[in-house]
């Protein structure tokens, strides 16, 4: 993470504008990327995603550089995801003002979406690997960037999550991907839930590789700018970090279990850990349509074989939230985490069991 306490290696860099809220650099055989909008936690906008696709694509066909190292500036984390705000303003007017305004909303939406998943994609395919630092917060559209990067480092400060079903949305930007092949029911425990969870924690469920200082980015900068591989082990090995989460595997994998959701509520209502009857209750707190839809996509991302597949399975499914009743819980759930904060959103459906599986399964 960038922060006022640059050593001498960053401080010798010169960083230049790449498009808006995107600095980049070159450092020796190392290209850096930095996301550069600390006030929204580095939240991409489409400009952003533009941006960074075009800078990798550049690089790839210069041979410049050899790898590339992807930072965010500011203190509080690599990124919060994508700008759900203001897609949230665009459909919403839409609602407002009438058919035209909505079907520009729901464009300007979908090619959000479709970019960033082709960076998402690139990034996946690694032409030019990328090693993503994770410090801090790193959630949503943050995971599409680091949780496909060939190196994915963690600090003690990172924060992970696919929040989305929060919102009225579902989780996205291919991260089905490596949740459907986590550890038992680990993976749809935090697809359903939405949950944050530490460095360790990321490194059990396979969503990171290792974890180092917050202070060590810069040394290891250094290091690969040489054209020395994309590794932590410059020095001794680490031990593995101790996950909590993985601990918590007996009855997350009792209950995650199936195709039902309202099932897998039941079950933890009926678990005795403290930690279950957290889960049933924020399970209860999601969209129970979009925690409905997550558990279909999860299940279908596992039959999946590339990352590139289960991103075209998230554009049809973004597609179809942007538009008719799914649109209505987006709008809603943004206004009320992000807009309104109050909290207290008025989903469509009252419950899970309310939710009918053939609305759900129309969208796939």
Known sequence: ??????????RDLTWAPAGEHVLVARQGALGRIRLNRPRAINALTLEMVTAMTAQLRRWAAEGSVQAVALDGAGERGLCAGGD???IHDGLLAGHRYGDTER???VDRAVEFWRAEYKLDQLIAEAELPVVAFMDGVTMGG???LAGHASLRLVTPRTQVAMPETGIGFF???GALF???RAPGELGTYLALTGVSITGSDAIAVGLADAMIETGAWEDLCAHWATGAPLSVLIGPSRPEPHSDLAAQRPWIDASFEGEDAATIESRLDARQEPEAQSAAATLRSRCPF???????????????PTVADVLAQDLRLGTAFMNGAPAQDFI?????VLVDRDQRPRWRHDSLAAVDRSEVLALF
Not at 3 to 9: I, Y
Not at 290 to 304: N, T
Not at 332 to 336: H, K, L, P, T
């Open 332 to 336: 809603e759930g943004v206004r009320a």
């Open 84 to 86: 759900v705000r203001a």
């Open 171 to 173: 989780p996205d930007v």
């Open 1 to 10: 993470m960038a922060t006022s306490n640059a050593g001498p290696a960053e």
């Open 142 to 144: 943050g995971i599409g």
């Open 290 to 304: 979009s925690v409905a839809v997550a558990l279909a996509a999860i299940r279908r991302a596992a039959q999946l």
């Open 103 to 105: 079907a520009a909303g």
């Open 178 to 180: 490596p949740l459907s």
